[in-house]
């Protein structure tokens, strides 16, 4: 008797969508070429729980009668990662830390249990060091003489047994794609294997009270390779952004269960790891150039945390027939559409010019406020002619060329006068809501405008 065939099918690399055939665009997050074949596997042992013949069944409690005097988060001396977790971590949590090869993912984790290691139980799992290059790595960083127990392991249930006999209170695993369970057949690194591993290692976190800290690594072709499928069930998930010309490394929250998203901390990279930057704001502007066309410093908000950032703009005559667009930390579309906005309601042509804008320091702006700051980067580069040094702007640009309000203007305001910044340009409707919610300083002159013909008129008579 012949055995029946397994049916493969195909699953996206990318957010684990699934088809029975291969496709060459994921109809789910628009992916291309991310599809890989994947054969069913069948776990080995698998326990059961059978309604009404349970020995023990689970137990539930009234919300009200839930204590919350024992639940304490694990803070560190690092202010900046306890910031982006909304004031530590929460024990019993699975927390996971993604981003590009080389970000410095593995130092800042290292950083973080050395710190915790003099009031916690810690475990550091490598999948890709031994435990001599571990060691190297914490003598550069300057803590070799931490109490951290270190592993070089590569299968969960050998990991879980460590967890378990050194009564391990928060655990690091780097990374999880190096992690692979015996009682699976399929392939260490495959999306089987990686939803499999965290699944038990957030049953482990729940039931034991253990933090849990997984690393996700992205690929060098671009490819996210399982954090994207895992972030549905971790109960954290932050990202670590720079550019590699820079020092400056941003740790975002995307998701987070216990406290605000989209918080972020800044980091600088150094010889002994990642230190903390206090005062980013003050770090992203101190190079900026004085008296120079196409530069502006706009208030940005990064989740509830002020930033003052330099937007510099460059438009020169082009000789192409189609003059070059380019846009680094600001959104391209973004920018073609306000340009566009320029050349109708102001009259501005760019049909022949190149269009460079940069934010400096590689911050990526990802709120509209930064529409009128890039507006008046360009208008100044276009017309050669520098803005006022101590000028802030924000503010959101609609196509009919009005200026609207946004949130969070009074932290804006409050944070360029702390930096000492005397003009500031916004739209009418935020000048009445700053005198209402504070009292602007007398030696500060708040420029209010409607629209992009205002800060022409304004700025550029």
Aim: proline letters at 5%; glycine letters at 8%; aromatic letters at 6%.
């Amino acid at each position: 008797m012949k055995e029946k065939k397994t049916k493969s099918f195909y699953r996206c690399l990318e957010c684990g969508y699934e088809s029975v055939k291969w496709l060459g665009k994921c109809p789910s997050c628009g992916s291309w070429n991310s599809f890989e074949e994947t054969v069913p596997v069948a776990i080995r042992h698998s326990p059961m729980l059978i309604p009404g013949k349970n020995a023990t069944p689970p137990e539930a409690q009234p919300l009200n009668a839930i204590s919350m005097e024992s639940e304490r988060r694990i803070c560190t001396p690092m202010l900046e990662w306890d910031r982006v977790l909304g004031g530590g971590l929460v024990p019993g949590s699975l927390v996971l830390l993604a981003g590009d090869p080389g970000m410095g993912k593995s130092t800042l984790l290292l950083q973080v249990l050395a710190s915790l290691s003099t009031r916690q139980k810690v475990l550091y799992v490598s999948g890709e060091e031994s435990r001599r290059q571990i060691k190297l790595r914490a003598n550069r960083l300057g803590v070799g003489d931490a109490e951290v127990l270190v592993a070089s392991e590569t299968t969960l249930e050998a990991i879980l047994e460590l967890i378990s006999a050194h009564e391990i209170e928060v655990v690091a695993i780097d990374s999880i794609q190096t992690i692979a369970s015996s009682l699976l057949d399929a392939t260490t690194g495959t999306i089987t294997q990686i939803r499999h591993c965290t699944d038990r290692l957030l049953q482990m976190a729940k039931t034991q009270g253990v933090t849990v800290i997984i690393v996700g690594h992205v690929t060098k072709e671009g490819i996210v390779a399982g954090p994207k499928a895992l972030e549905h069930l971790v109960d954290v998930v932050l990202y670590l952004e720079g550019d590699r010309t820079h020092t400056f490394r941003l740790l975002r929250s995307v998701k987070n269960r216990y406290g605000s998203t989209n918080e972020i901390g800044v980091f600088e990279m150094k010889d002994r790891g990642l230190e903390e930057v206090r005062n980013p704001s003050q770090m992203f502007l101190a190079e900026r150039p004085i008296d120079a066309p196409g530069s502006v410093v706009m208030a940005t908000i990064e989740g509830t945390r002020p930033l003052l950032v330099e937007i510099q703009a460059l438009v020169s005559y082009s000789a192409l027939a189609v003059p070059r667009r380019t846009a680094t930390g600001f959104d391209a579309n973004r920018a073609s559409l306000l340009m566009a906005v320029l050349e109708k309601r102001l009259g501005i042509s760019f049909a022949q010019e190149d269009v460079f804008i940069n934010v400096a320091g590689g911050i990526k702006l990802r709120e509209p406020a930064a529409d009128m700051a890039v507006c008046l980067a360009l208008m100044s580069s276009y017309f050669d002619r520098p803005l006022p040094h101590q000028l802030v702007t924000w503010g959101e640009v609609g196509l009919t060329g009005e200026v609207r309000a946004v949130g969070y203007s009074d932290v804006r305001y409050q944070e360029a006068i702390r930096l000492g910044f005397n003009k500031v340009m916004v739209p009418a409707t935020t000048a009445e809501q700053l005198k209402k919610e504070v009292k602007p300083r007398s030696a500060v002159e708040i420029v209010t405008v409607k629209s992009l013909k205002d800060v022409l008129n304004n700025l550029f008579k």
